[in-house]
């Protein structure tokens, strides 16, 4: 199947100034773009040539994986954001994270710790596990936790291309500002 | 001993337009420094201190993840100041134009090689052109902040030119653009230096 570049549900400068319309000008339109035509280049003639992407991040490896988990990653991820964003969750996944992690706040800094520590490039990942509890996991490049039979609930890009011209060197600014910009109720649903 | 983080052997801007003076500045005082400062506290009051880096890259899969990262980030941008300067750029002359020829059959074969090593580096990394312990030179490249030094890598040998791919390296300027950084490589490599680590 042919795969398109999700319309986001906010624009460009929407998130601004926790994140700038430059970078999401390059990172949707240009690199989110970009690895949805490479999965759509590669595909044709592989036995993934009519897979959903679900099944692409599954089961593929090499260059089909890293682009179709890439496409996969980038959708969730700019699909948690709204320019009304930030706050708390709440309901069953609040109910969950005091649960697994003692407070939100708590969870807060374990999230925001692995993000910070993941070293090179990748996503933190918070998962939710067969019986209902949450994990905060850490993956290289474009590693997916449905590999693992793991549900995704939130994550965060740390490639240095998420926040590079935003925040260079400065990697625990950006995910500080990243939760402005969470909608808790689309990150809620998931859980 | 801690290890320092070296002078550069020229100014922040001298590299422009190829690279600029906010990148080099944010690449060598913010990112090499804190591999620099990360590798020293990962080693202090451990036997392991007094060791070159040279010596603890030669075995780093038995010390911790913290020396493989920032000694590896610490050695490779050592080099990489190195083998990058002003007034470089065009062509290897002499021996190491010779070994390369033999190598790889022609210097323009070696660079679409190597840049070709570069470009498809999923995620951090870096590519190198190394010297293998048999003289041969093989192109190759890392993950992250490995090197060819390190008893874990993939092939193995003395690394005589590297280049950096991690978007922290390009993105500033040439953002998503990473073919084009890596053109803009070749107008700033020291061939005077790689020859001279050709051989040491």
């Not at chain 1, 995704?152 to 291309?161: A, G, M, Q």
């Not at chain 2, 007034?87 to 660079?111: H, Q, R, T, V, Y």
């Amino acid at each position: 199947m042919t795969f398109k570049l999700p319309d986001l549900p906010y624009t460009l400068d929407a998130l601004e100034p926790n994140i700038s319309k430059k970078t999401f000008e390059f990172h949707y339109a240009k690199h989110h773009q970009a690895y949805v035509t490479n999965l759509n280049n590669l595909i044709p003639g592989t036995e993934f040539e009519n897979a959903d992407l679900e099944t692409i991040v599954k089961k593929a490896d090499g260059p089909i994986f890293n682009n179709g988990a890439q496409v996969w990653n980038h959708t969730f991820f700019f699909l948690s954001f709204s320019p009304n964003g930030g706050g708390k969750p709440t309901g069953a996944l609040a109910a969950a994270i005091d649960n697994t992690f003692g407070s939100f706040e708590k969870f807060k800094e374990a999230f925001s710790q692995a993000a910070a520590t993941l070293f090179g490039s990748g996503w933190a990942w918070l998962v939710k596990k067969a019986d209902g509890s949450l994990e905060i996991i850490k993956e290289g490049n474009a590693g997916n936790p449905l590999r693992n039979g793991l549900t995704p609930i939130l994550t965060c890009d740390v490639w240095e291309h998420a926040y590079y011209l935003d925040y260079q060197n400065k990697r625990p600014d950006y995910i500080q500002n990243f939760w402005n910009v969470i909608d808790w109720n689309v990150v809620g649903n998931r859980y | 001993m801690a290890f320092e983080l070296p002078k550069l052997d020229y100014a922040y801007n001298a590299l422009e337009p190829h690279f600029d003076a906010m990148t080099m500045e944010i690449h060598h005082s913010k990112h090499h420094a804190a591999y620099t400062n990360n590798l020293n506290a990962a080693l202090e009051g451990t036997a392991d201190a007094n060791l070159t880096i040279e010596a603890l890259m030669a075995n780093v899969s038995k010390r911790s993840v913290a020396v493989r990262n920032n000694g590896g980030g610490f050695y490779n941008h050592n080099l990489f100041w190195k083998v990058i300067g002003p007034n470089s750029g065009g062509k290897p002359s002499g021996d190491l134009l010779a070994a390369i020829e033999k190598n790889f059959g022609s210097f323009d074969a070696f660079k679409d090689e190597f840049s070709k090593a570069a470009a498809t580096r999923f995620g951090s990394g870096w590519a190198w052109l190394v010297k293998q312990a048999d003289g041969k030179l093989v192109v190759s490249s890392t993950p992250n902040q490995d090197n060819p030094l390190m008893d874990l890598a993939e092939v193995k040998g003395t690394p005589i030119l590297g280049l950096d791919v991690w978007e922290h390296a390009y993105y500033l300027k040439y953002q998503n653009r990473r073919p084009d950084y890596i053109q803009s490589f070749w107008n700033v490599v020291n061939w005077n230096e790689v020859a001279a680590r050709l051989k040491a």
